[in-house]
């Protein structure tokens, strides 16, 4: 489940490579690849240091002009998704 205050940073130890408008991630111990597209790339790198779902939704919607509950059902779900292929780790808990 992913909490608003709770901090979230990817793993170092993927590798990622930009491919027309989107970034491919390899998880290289799973051997496995994941295309993200929109605003995905964009969020992973902000990623490569600590920030809370709240501090995505506010960088989201300054950046992309959206609606909050918009941006925050978005960055929640792409987080869950993160988590649940081992891509993105607990940095710290609220």
Sequence with gaps: MIHNQTRYQRKQHLLAAPIDDELVL???DKGQ???LKGVGP???NRLETPH?????VEWVCEEYDVAKDVATAD???FLSEL???EAIVI????
């Excluded at 809370?52 to 995505?56: A, P, R």
């Design 33 to 35: 690849y994941y295309n």
């Design 83 to 85: 988590l649940e292929v």
């Design 75 to 77: 960055v929640q779900s």
């Design 52 to 56: 809370s779902v709240d501090e995505l």
């Design 26 to 28: 390899l998880h290289v």
């Design 91 to 94: 940095a710290q808990e609220a």
């Design 42 to 44: 964009d969020l992973w």
